[in-house]
Every structure is written in structure tokens, then in C-alpha cells.
């Protein structure tokens, strides 16, 4: 009887892993035929969407300034009065300092765009006609060509003038492209309203959002699975919370090293080439080559030897910081070795753009973890070998018997 009973419950399982991997399989067909539309579908959900998942990534990050808000804002008070006020409060506080940063970037940054975009369009007639002067210079062996090209004159106010009727003839199409722009930008203020109102709920609720998911993983999902689910976020938050903590302190470091730098090499635009190259060190590895072709481009209208001089200045600049300054402040950050940074910037660039550069790598950290945490298990379980201790461990293993061997010594002395 317990052998048949055995046995019904043996095909009931196989059934049910058959209809299931059935149902997988009709189900990928279905996709794979119909694939376009299934793209638009979720192209227009991911349109819908993209507020509150805006608003879910505003809130993530303004989350780790105000939880260190939190810790140190009354922390000994739990009652009264001060347990009311302190998570508005910390919120205040957290938009403030974000708003500040911003204002202070843009305040630094823009003043001195103007005005070298000022002094190129003031530089471009002069270089025109150097460049004239060189290419006359160097076609004497040419005298048809260099007599043409001696002859050539423009007049700049004459181009200008053109250039203004042709945007006059054209103005019917520019006040399409116009409004079509503000539509968008409307569309785009409207979107990050939204989410930054979002993000607002979720900062003022995250406790009893934290706690409603509790609630559901545990009364929804078994044992196992909860047990699972809950160390992948606990090792995803870690390492995005990692991440966004290093590579701000980073940035913060290499943009204040840069300005400082500048200032004593007496290099133009300081201030401004130290911000973008701070902002743009937020993606790693390419974003300080980025920052650096911006600020190499805006001191080239001033003296092209200071350009020359600050991309050397910046190699050596980087090299200390990322040998020296990084791994002390910063540390290993997110634990993922160099060629899989790369990959995943270059993988995550080539698919979602610079987010995909800013996301990538939190992202293949968190796999790259929850891989090798696997695979230490799986081959604990086998008996195949000891699992490899981190970097870390090891350091202390190395600083711990250093420490005993000396004390030993000390000892043997007296």
C-alpha cells in the first residue's frame, strides 16, 4: 500500500515537472514568434513605468544619506517628540544637501562654458586665417594653388547674415522642431516630478514597505526560498550600497585633487575641468577619459601647451589615486576584479547607454558574489576542496602571525 501510494506521488511530481517544462517551452515559442509585438508591450510599460522606477533609484540613493542622517540625529532618543520629527527631518536635510551639490556644480560649471564658448567663436576667425597663412606657406611648390587659395577672403559678417536667412527660410521647420522640443522637455520635468514625489513616499514609508514585504516573502514563499531570496538582496544592497559609496567619495577626491592641481600649474579653467572630471569619474573606468577630453578641449582654446600639460598632469593624477588613494579610502568596493569591470562597462554601455556603464557593475558584482558563494557550497558539499578565503581574511591571517611572531620575540627579550 505505502509502496503504490509512493509510487503515485513519484508520477505526480513527474507530471507536474513535465507540464511545467512544457508550459516553459510553449511559452518561449509564443515569445519567439511574436517577438515584436512583445517588444512594443514592453517598450510602453517600461515608458509607464520609468516614473515610479525613476523615483525608485532616487529614492536608493538619497536612502544611504539619510539613513547616516538618521544614526546620528538623536539616536538615543526613541519616544517622544524627536521620533516624529526625525525621519522628515533627515529628509529635509538629505534634498537640501543634493540640491546644494547640484546648484554648486552648475554654479562652477556653466560661467566658465559661457565664456569659452565665447572666446572659441571670438578664436575661430584668427585660426582661419593662420591656417590660410600655412597653407600658403608650405604650397610654393604649388603656385596655382597657392594664388587660389591666397585670394580666398571671408567675410564673417556676410556668413552670419546668410546663416540668419537661412533660418529665416527654414522657420516653419524650426518652430515644428521647437515645439516639438518643449512637448519633450515638458513630458521629461513632468516624469521627474512625479518620480522625485515618489521617491518621497517611499523614504517616508520604507519601513512599513520594508515590513509589508517581510510579511508577504514569509507568508507566500517556502522556508528555503524565503531563506534564499532574502540573502540575494541582503548581498545585492550591500554591494550597490558599496558601490554608490565608493565611487561618489572617488569622485569626490579625484574632482578635489584635480582642482587643486590645476590651480598650482596655473592651468585654466580649474575649477570648472576639476567638477566635470569629478562628475563624469562616476563611470567607471572611461568616465575620467571622458572628463578629461572635455577639459583638454576647453583649455585648448586657451594655450594648447597648459591642454598638454593637463593630460599629463591627469594620467599621473589618476595613477596616484587609483594605486594609492583608492584602495585605502575607498577599498575594494564592490569585490568584482578589473576584467569584469571592464566587461560589464563596456557590455552595460553597449546595451542601456551611460546607465548601463553606472549599473553594470553593481550588477555583475552581485552575480559574480552570489556565483561563487554557490560554488564554495556546492564544492563544500562534494568534498572537492576547502573554500578560497577572501583577500581580506588572508591579509589578517598575514597580519595576525606577523603580530605573534613579534610579541613571541618581545617576550623571548625580556
Same mark, same amino acid.
Given at each position: ?36 509585438? /512583445? ?10 513605468? $520609468? ?23 538623536? #539616536? ?45 567663436? %571670438? ?40 546663416? /540668419? ?45 520594508? $515590513? ?23 548581498? =545585492?544592497?550591500?554591494?550597490? !550600497? ?16 584635480? =582642482? ?7 592651468? #585654466? ?37 597648459? %591642454? ?28 568584482? #576584479? ?58 589578517? !591571517? !598575514? ?6 611572531? /613579534?610579541? /613571541? ?6
Amino acid at each position: 500500500m505505502r509502496y503504490s501510494q509512493r509510487c503515485e506521488s513519484m508520477e505526480r511530481k513527474e507530471l507536474k515537472r513535465c507540464l511545467i517544462i512544457s508550459a516553459f517551452i510553449v511559452g518561449i515559442c509564443v515569445v519567439v514568434k511574436n517577438l515584436s509585438w /512583445f517588444g512594443e508591450i514592453i517598450a510602453l510599460l517600461f515608458s509607464a513605468l $520609468s516614473p515610479l522606477l525613476i523615483g525608485c533609484a532616487i529614492a536608493y540613493v538619497c536612502d544611504i544619506i539619510m539613513s547616516f542622517f538618521e544614526r546620528h540625529f538623536f #539616536p538615543k532618543r526613541q519616544t517622544g517628540f524627536i521620533t516624529y520629527i526625525r525621519r522628515p527631518v533627515c529628509l529635509v536635510l538629505t534634498f537640501a544637501i543634493i540640491i546644494f551639490v547640484i546648484a554648486l556644480l552648475l554654479n562652477i560649471v556653466i560661467p566658465e562654458l559661457v565664456d569659452a564658448m565665447k572666446l572659441v567663436s %571670438a578664436e575661430i576667425p584668427k585660426y582661419a586665417v593662420k591656417i590660410k597663412d600655412y597653407i600658403v606657406k608650405y604650397m610654393e611648390d604649388y603656385p596655382d594653388i597657392q594664388s587660389q587659395i591666397s585670394n580666398i577672403e571671408i567675410d564673417w559678417k556676410e556668413l552670419l547674415d546668410n546663416a /540668419f536667412n537661412i533660418v529665416k527660410v527654414g522657420a516653419s521647420g524650426i518652430i515644428t522642431t521647437i515645439a516639438e522640443i518643449v512637448s519633450s522637455v515638458a513630458i521629461t520635468v513632468t516624469h521627474i516630478i512625479i518620480a522625485i514625489i515618489f521617491a518621497i513616499y517611499l523614504l517616508l514609508r520604507k519601513d512599513k514597505l520594508r $515590513s509589508d514585504l517581510v510579511r508577504t516573502k514569509n507568508a507566500y514563499l517556502n522556508e528555503k526560498v524565503n531563506r534564499s531570496l532574502t540573502k540575494v538582496l541582503h548581498i =545585492t544592497h550591500d554591494t550597490f !550600497k558599496s558601490f554608490f559609496v565608493g565611487q561618489f567619495t572617488e569622485a569626490i577626491i579625484l574632482g578635489a585633487l584635480c =582642482t587643486i592641481g590645476m590651480s598650482i600649474l596655473k592651468i #585654466p579653467y580649474a575649477a570648472m575641468t576639476g567638477a566635470v572630471i569629478g562628475v563624469t569619474a562616476l563611470i567607471p573606468i572611461v568616465g575620467a577619459y571622458l572628463g578629461a577630453a572635455v577639459g583638454a578641449f576647453m583649455i585648448c582654446t586657451v594655450d594648447p601647451m597648459k %591642454a598638454l600639460i593637463f593630460l599629463i598632469f591627469l594620467v599621473l593624477l589618476q595613477q596616484f589615486e587609483g594605486n594609492v588613494i583608492y584602495p585605502k579610502v575607498v577599498g575594494t568596493s564592490v569585490g568584482l #576584479p578589473g576584467i569584469w569591470v571592464l566587461a560589464a562597462v563596456t557590455v552595460g554601455g553597449g546595451l542601456f547607454g551611460i546607465l548601463g556603464m553606472l549599473l553594470g557593475v553593481p550588477t555583475l558584482a552581485t552575480v559574480y558574489k552570489i556565483y561563487h558563494e554557490k560554488l564554495n557550497e556546492r564544492e563544500l558539499k562534494l568534498g572537492i576542496a576547502d573554500p578560497p578565503e577572501s583577500e581580506g581574511k588572508q591579509e589578517k !591571517k !598575514k597580519q595576525s602571525k606577523i603580530r605573534k611572531k /613579534f610579541s /613571541f620575540k618581545f617576550k623571548n627579550k625580556k
